[in-house]
């Protein structure tokens, strides 16, 4: 049996060049804003996939995504887009184990 990697390395290549391609015409203020450029590079990478693979392979790729997320929520709370707006007292944070507010609608998923 012969195992085409083909296809893995395209998805590889395609991944790193929009993340090598913005990250060198965007600049960030600070490693806060690290997800601009990873959401950025993923977005085209989706569009890639989507136009190379067809429909079922990007939506297949879309949930394996967001299982991965749930999994990552489900054990250590929410994700945490930016922490400009975190902070409080501990008393007034329900997850005292998280480094910013979840009371604040912008640092949730």
Request: glycine share 10%; net charge positive; proline share 4%.
């Amino acid at each position: 049996m012969i195992i085409d990697e083909t296809p893995l390395t395209r998805r590889c290549l395609a991944q790193s060049l929009a993340q090598q391609f913005f990250g060198c015409f965007i600049s960030r203020m600070s490693w806060s804003d690290e997800w601009v450029l990873k959401g950025i590079s993923g977005y085209i990478y989706g569009l890639w996939m989507k136009k190379t693979f067809g429909v079922n392979e990007y939506r297949h790729w879309i949930k394996e995504e967001l299982d991965k997320i749930v999994a990552y929520e489900l054990k250590t709370g929410g994700v945490l887009l930016h922490p400009i707006f975190g902070g409080g007292k501990e008393k007034d944070n329900p997850a005292s184990h998280l480094h910013f507010s979840i009371k604040h609608p912008h640092t949730l998923s």
